[in-house]
């Protein structure tokens, strides 16, 4: 089959050209800067979960470059409860990679205004069905975060509380893992939620102990 | 609480230097790019699939701006196959928003080279046990899946071969969502399978048809 | 002869390098961008003058993208007073032709913290002889500004002064150019001189009227 | 005087901004990549004449990083030949310097298509007068080469001729600064003439040995 009726489509022939400028300038121009860690081992010190959002991808928001942040991505940046069964669980076991096996030293749960999903469960807890087989039980997973059930009818600010609470949510969930407790409680991981205000381009941070946000960035 | 010792560490003041920069030169020096986007809506035509992998971001991969790649990222960019229960599934629920929530054109599975989740799975169908109570049933997954019983006893061409295979079972277990399957069957969305040779710096891709990767960039 | 020994040398490879990845990312990937400005007229709306210093690169300074600078280079970013004569004058033809065919804005005087032709200025005041046939005459231009017969002693605050004295009087000199002062006059055309403070990375800047350097970025 | 009245106006507003990203991203994010350039000496391997064309910026064309290019930009990037007297001679004071001082092991001219410069020669070779009282005799410097007088009629292919034979031209005239010859004949420095067709996204390259251009990249 002749290659171009692969990824004909302009969207795709526009990410493959933005991969050949990638190859340029990183494997052909500098590769100094990435030659061992592409042919050796992955060491981020960082462990990012954040949402599928298109405008709020962390490594172009963090100007990262490759090697540095290890990355889950779903709708709402949401950790599920530590649940051992056998089941699928795509966001523990990224998380179980990265603590156990890599080593990270940070865990940081990247969470942004205007979230789609948050506004799925703002939705949901006016009484409004969720649409989706699967985005509603997602979703349904923050309807017992205490936030939930305090509303001030300035819908805005409803949502800056939500998507803020998701994240402590967040941060609670991953303390329920024993190989990420043990690790805050040793010194040796630590916990962020960082909240993106996506209108005013600022970060807001809050720990597992200090649940108010704070500006990071002036 | 002083803002500094909520992210004083290295790795977390370097995220937010970039993001300082991100602010500097998309929201003030070309806010035309991006205003839009940020106070209105995302439309990304892409949904992308792609591992946790802290070498292969696909917006550094592929240049991305940002809008255009909605992420879901997870060990070894597994899609489990179509399961609707109340489970809480996150890619499932990720990839059921891409499609018929903001109508996305192309899925693209993103695979490379190199990856811990098939050494992980290679190491498991050599009988050895999958470290992790997540990342275990995770990967075992793909036990079921057509190469995992064909082995050559070359490591590297097994695991091209299994990492290969994987993105193949994805795009078949996509085809298995009904919305999926029926908006791939009139048209209106396309599946790709990209795999990152990370050492040769080149991209091969596949689709559910066409199962042979082909080299996509000269 | 083959075209590998034309530019084998690994400097030069790095520059071939670096345009493939200027290809792939603005003629491939993005020419919506640049295209009717590649294939027309440029319409910059500035001027800027900037040193030949390879740490001072204007582009990678304030982050220009094609189109935004046209961009005069020389030792010292000086500006020769006004000299009609049938000499060779490259400043000022770079002026005369962004000024007069390109009717920019804004010129803008460059200078930086640190400089080399500064240094060598500096030493020349003290009595020391300036290498060079053509850096001499070119640096002896400013042995007449006004800060040239103040030192302090304080070698660094010389040196800043002599850099900053040395902008203002490039400013000065464009305003002997007759289709300078009258487009100032006018109020079409602005003149700025910016100083880099290069070790804490601070821009300053004055103009003609206010020839006091203030901070221009927090 | 308020700071904001100093460079108020959008041009210069949108540079600030870029410079604020590049400290961020430079100073605060990776500076370990230009701390002990930016507090020490400039090593650069590469002198480069080029254009001042707002178009044609070597530093986006080349993706350089701060300290690698020594740059010298004028209109129609020209070298005038070796005269030493005691005119203010800009261009040859910077290759004065960039060679002697800072011994850079490699000068490329770079030119480029549709360049202002040269279609202002084509047009005074053509009988016409050219604007300008420094452009005038700046790019007269060129009509005694060689292909002056040789015209085809077909305007494209004579300009890419001019453009190019300006090149060589300059090339030749760098070879009569002693110097430069001394160096290029024990081996030490390297004369390399490129022309940038912006039309087609290519390089092309010739030395003073071999005048005919050839495509540097694929």
Chains 1, 2, 3, 4 share one sequence.
């Not at 990410?15 to 992955?42: C, H, N, T, V």
């Not at 530590?82 to 990247?110: F, M, N, R, W």
Request: charged share 20%.
């Amino acid at each position: 089959m002749p290659r171009q009726t692969l990824s004909q489509h302009p969207a795709l022939q526009r990410m493959l050209a933005g991969f050949k400028g990638f190859r340029a300038l990183y494997y052909e121009q500098r590769p100094e800067r990435i030659k061992d860690l592409m042919e050796g081992s992955q060491r981020p010190e960082v462990l990012l979960i954040a949402c599928s959002d298109s405008r709020v991808d962390p490594a172009i928001v963090t100007n990262a470059e490759p090697g540095e942040l290890f990355i889950v991505r779903n709708v709402a940046n949401l950790v599920p409860p530590y649940q051992p069964d056998d089941g699928y669980h795509g966001t523990s076991a990224a998380i179980e990679y990265a603590v156990t096996a890599l080593k990270v030293a940070h865990v940081v749960v990247l969470g942004h205004s205007n979230c789609g999903g948050i506004q799925a469960l703002a939705a949901h807890l006016d009484g409004h069905q969720v649409d989706g087989q699967f985005v509603g039980p997602w979703i349904r997973q923050l309807e017992g975060c205490r936030c939930a059930s305090e509303t001030t009818g300035d819908s805005t600010a409803d949502a800056t509380r939500l998507e803020q609470c998701a994240i402590l949510n967040s941060l609670d969930n991953l303390m329920t893992f024993p190989f990420i407790a043990e690790r805050v409680k040793d010194g040796t991981l630590t916990l962020n939620g960082w909240w993106f205000d996506m209108t005013e381009a600022r970060l807001w941070g809050a720990t597992p102990e200090h649940r108010t946000f704070q500006v990071l960035t002036d």
